[in-house]
């Protein structure tokens, strides 16, 4: 069976830090690999997306950056972080038009 | 562009009801809609998934319909349970478009 791992599940950090979030799919190969923001009270922002290794398609401009360097990784970043990047974190994959999320990172920059 | 509505936002039901949760699209040339269950502080898990050509979508005490042309699903739970409290997301996919567009949710709480 197809599993998601995303890590850390929470995460303090100052502003102007970096930041690099990890997520991995075991069980499929040649997922379509999706990073998501949910703020307080919001609902889901999608920020990247990727369908295959190298290919990165990015949905709100912003200090964050992804890369796939991997068929079943997909990681998120930041050289410095903003206050306003604090939110939860999730990642997602899909490959037969279902979508399966992890459990999420809870980024707080103080 | 596509956009998902969810009202209401919050619903609170005593145990044991029978309810239905809205969700409706703006455009109705989707490829499938999928409804997640989000608890506090969790990812979102998977409840059912509608595939265009398909009217409805039935796992244990979940059914979840879709009605293209009116742009709706509803996602209906027999029998409520306090364990059924949480906040229901229904999601869109277009044709050719990789991505989900997401409702903002419906809070969902069972009074025991």
């Known amino acids: 069976s197809q599993t998601i791992h995303q890590w850390p599940a929470t995460l303090v950090q100052p502003v102007g830090s970096p930041l690099s979030l990890e997520c991995t799919v075991e069980?499929?190969?040649?997922?379509?690999l999706y990073w998501y923001r949910q703020a307080a009270g919001r609902g889901l922002q999608l920020l990247f997306y990727?369908?295959?290794?190298?290919?990165i398609s990015s949905e709100v401009p912003q200090n964050l950056s992804a890369s796939r360097p991997q068929d079943r990784q997909f990681i998120l970043s930041s050289k410095k972080l903003l206050l306003s990047d604090s939110g939860f974190y999730l990642c997602a994959w899909e490959r037969t038009g279902e979508a399966f999320f992890g459990q999420g990172t809870r980024l707080t920059v103080v | 562009k596509q956009e998902v509505t969810q009202i209401p936002a919050a619903l609170s039901v005593p145990e044991g009801e029978n309810l239905v949760l809205n969700c409706s699209f703006t455009d109705s040339a989707i490829y499938n809609l999928q409804w997640f269950r989000q608890d506090p502080g969790k990812g979102l898990t998977s409840l059912l998934l509608?595939?265009?050509?398909?009217r409805e979508q039935t796992s244990g005490r979940l059914n979840a319909s879709l009605d293209k042309s009116s742009g709706r699903s509803t996602l209906y739970i027999a029998a409520s349970q306090p364990g059924d409290s949480a906040t229901y997301l229904c999601a869109v996919r277009d044709f050719g478009n990789e991505k989900l567009t997401f409702g903002t949710g419906t809070r969902l709480t069972i009074i025991p």
């Open positions: 990727s369908v295959g290794i190298g290919q």
């Open positions: 069980g499929t190969s040649n997922p379509n």
């Open positions: 509608i595939q265009s050509s398909q």
